[in-house]
Structures are given as C-alpha cells and as structure tokens.
C-alpha cells in the first residue's frame, strides 16, 4: 500500500503494474527458494528429477505470482478509490466552506 500511496503522490497512472509486479514478485521468491532447496536439501542425481522438480516448481511459481498479483491490482485499487474519495470530500468541503447548508 505504501509504494501505491508513492506511485499515486507522483501523479503515476500506471499503478497497476506496480501493484502487479509487488504483489506478482512472491512468484520469484517462491522460485528462488526451490533452487535452493533443490541445490542444498533435494538428494536427487540425473537430468529427469531435475526437470520434473523445477517444471512443477515453474507452474507453482507462475500460480503465486498470478495470485499475488491479483490480489496487489485488487488492494491497490480499494486504496486509491479510498484515497480519491477522501480528497474529494475534502475539495468539497473547502469549497463549501462559510457556505449556509440550505444552499447546498
């Protein structure tokens, strides 16, 4: 939410990527942690466990990121339409400002 609230302090209309790309990089590191596994914990010798393991880890990585991405588009777009609605009630309000509420 931070690096959306920056995105959106710097006028970027592409915050979506951004909240794509956060919330996508758990995929990555999802990624990175099976390549150590595999070299550090996995006790497997040849070229077929090799593929098999890190084609599955592949699609599981690809499934996260997917998810984390969706789910950082989804939250971004809940804070900025929270964040523009509160500037918009308060430009309301200044503008309003000394006016009678009747003559609203």
Request: proline share 3%.
């Amino acid at each position: 939410m931070l690096l959306c609230y920056f995105q959106s302090n710097g006028e970027n209309h592409r915050w979506w990527w951004r909240a794509f790309c956060n919330g996508g990089s758990l995929g990555a590191f999802t990624m990175l942690y099976a390549g150590w596994f595999f070299s550090t914990k996995f006790q497997c010798q040849g070229i077929v466990p090799f593929l098999i393991y890190f084609g599955f880890m592949g699609l599981v990585s690809l499934g996260f990121s997917m998810m984390g991405g969706c789910i950082g588009v989804v939250s971004a777009l809940w804070f900025n339409k929270k964040l523009y609605a509160l500037v918009n009630l308060s430009e309301t309000a200044e503008e309003n400002e000394g006016v009678p509420p009747e003559a609203i």
